[in-house]
T-cell receptor
Framework: AQSVTQLDSHVSVSEGTPVLLRCNYSSSYSPSLFWYVQHPNKGLQLLLKYTSAATLVKGINGFEAEFKKSETSFHLTKPSAHMSDAAEYFCVVSDSNFNKFYFGSGTKLNVKP | NAGVTQTPKFQVLKTGQSMTLQCAQDMNHNSMYWYRQDPGMGLRLIYYSASEGTTDKGEVPNGYNVSRLNKREFSLRLESAAPSQTSVYFC?????????????????FGDGTRLSIL
């Protein structure tokens, strides 16, 4: 069975410092993995997607994520946080063999001035 | 470039009333989805339509019905609203991938309908 765990419900960083949002998954197959961002009162927007082409995936707004199969992780990082990064972030794992996908419970990122 | 459009944006209902939430996409996507988002629970899939003419239950379908009216439109109906259905509802769409797969395709979301049931 597939599942996805976002290890932190809230993360707080200072502007200009690195961001790390953690995501672990369990999968019996080679999954596709996604990160989405949700700003207040908005829908989710795709940040980046992993589909086995390269383990380090670059997304929009300076975010990137690294797929580590041995650790079953897909953590989201950004070298320097900006105030506009304050939002909620969702990790999603999909299993194309069964056309199923699973959302994590979300991590709220707070960026302090 | 509208993407996914949801109407209405806000609605207040009384218990027992019925209502239909509308969703339309202009990206020629095959697959469409309805989610609800509640605090601390992330997004939960209510129903989805893998392609025009098909609909399937998701994780939390009870109390809801859906209609895939055509390729563009996918509506969600609450026949008899209950306070437990107070939530933010999101519609999304995605392209069809290789061999009819859709779960490995990015989803495009609307801005949501905020529904309160008293």
């Amino acid at each position: 069975a597939q599942s996805v765990t976002q290890l932190d419900s809230h993360v707080s960083v200072s502007e200009g410092t690195p961001v790390l949002l953690r995501c672990n998954y369990s999968s019996s197959y080679s999954p596709s993995l996604f990160w989405y961002v949700q700003h207040p009162n908005k829908g989710l927007q795709l940040l980046l997607k992993y589909t086995s082409a390269a383990t380090l995936v670059k997304g929009i707004n300076g975010f990137e994520a690294e797929f580590k199969k041995s650790e079953t992780s897909f953590h989201l990082t950004k070298p320097s946080a900006h105030m506009s990064d304050a939002a909620e972030y969702f990790c999603v794992v999909s299993d194309s063999n069964f056309n199923k996908f699973y959302f994590g419970s979300g991590t709220k990122l707070n960026v302090k001035p | 470039n509208a993407g996914v459009t949801q109407t209405p944006k806000f609605q207040v209902l009384k218990t027992g009333q019925s209502m239909t939430l509308q969703c339309a996409q202009d990206m020629n996507h095959n697959s469409m989805y309805w989610y609800r988002q509640d605090p601390g629970m992330g997004l939960r899939l209510i129903y989805y339509s893998a392609s025009e003419g098909t609909t399937d239950k998701g994780e939390v379908p009870n109390g809801y019905n859906v209609s895939r009216l055509n390729k563009r439109e996918f509506s969600l109906r609450l026949e008899s609203a209950a306070p437990s259905q107070t939530s933010v509802y999101f519609c999304a769409s995605s392209e069809e991938g290789a061999q009819g797969s859709y779960s490995n395709q990015p989803q495009h979301f609307g801005d949501g309908t905020r529904l309160s049931i008293l």
